[in-house]
T-cell receptor, first 113, second 115 residues
């Protein structure tokens, strides 16, 4: 058990809809990272937050947004969903020390129909 | 700038034979290096990490990796492959900054184990 909790595990929705994915990091970890994994694109880094502030941005679409709350949990909002957004979305957290590894949640599988 | 190259996208071995998954990295800092494993429809699990202590790092499930600075490599090995080792493996480098580390992933190596 990595200590990172993601909800929900599965999500099925229709095109054009909006969904919110939730992540609770490991206790004490200040950084949260979001990744998208699909068969055609592989593992793609979306965005990173550190102690409530956006730290780095990757290949995140404008239709997607995220935030990290004061209690350090994070949410990833996906709007105007398209079929191509169907993927596994992973959250990971990391400690603040130099050599802290990433700890991954089990992911949310999003299916857009 | 940091980057990782996994030299093989697919590796196939017979059960009981050695495993070698190759990774080269580029880093401007003293790097932290990691190997992760992902079984189908599962999250990524940390196999092992290098943090400048010992150059030969032992991980879970019998895997180990050797950090070679002169070759900028961090290859993953296992003496004897097991069927349960079939998975996707990712080599990762971290920039080592302690204000929210950033991580750079290789494109992954898919390991097939033939019975």
């Amino acid at each position: 058990d990595s200590g990172v909790t993601q909800t929900p595990k599965h999500l099925i929705t229709a095109t054009g809809q909006r969904v919110t994915l939730r992540c609770s990091p490991r206790s004490g970890d200040l950084s949260v990272y979001w990744y998208q994994q699909s068969l055609d694109q592989g593992l793609q880094f979306l965005i990173q937050y550190y102690n409530g502030e956006e730290r780095a941005k990757g290949n995140i679409l404008e239709r997607f947004s995220a935030q990290q709350f004061p209690d350090l949990h994070s949410e990833l909002n996906l709007s105007s969903l398209e079929l191509g957004d169907s993927a596994l979305y992973f959250c990971a957290s990391s400690g603040e020390f130099q050599h802290s590894p990433l700890h991954f949640g089990n992911g949310t599988r999003l299916t857009v129909t | 700038a940091q980057s990782v190259t996994q030299l093989d996208s697919h590796v196939s071995v017979s059960e009981g034979t050695p495993v070698l998954l190759r990774c080269n990295y580029s880093s401007s800092y003293s790097p932290s290096l990691f190997w992760y494993v992902q079984h189908p429809n599962k999250g990524l699990q940390l196999l092992l990490k290098y943090t400048s202590a010992a150059t030969l790092v032992k991980g879970i499930n019998g895997f180990e990796a050797e950090f070679k600075k002169s070759e900028t490599s961090f290859h993953l090995t296992k003496p004897s492959a097991h069927m349960s080792d079939a998975a996707e493996y990712f080599c990762v480098v971290s920039d080592g900054l302690n204000t929210g580390n950033q991580f750079y992933f290789g494109t992954g190596t898919s390991l097939t184990v033939i019975p």
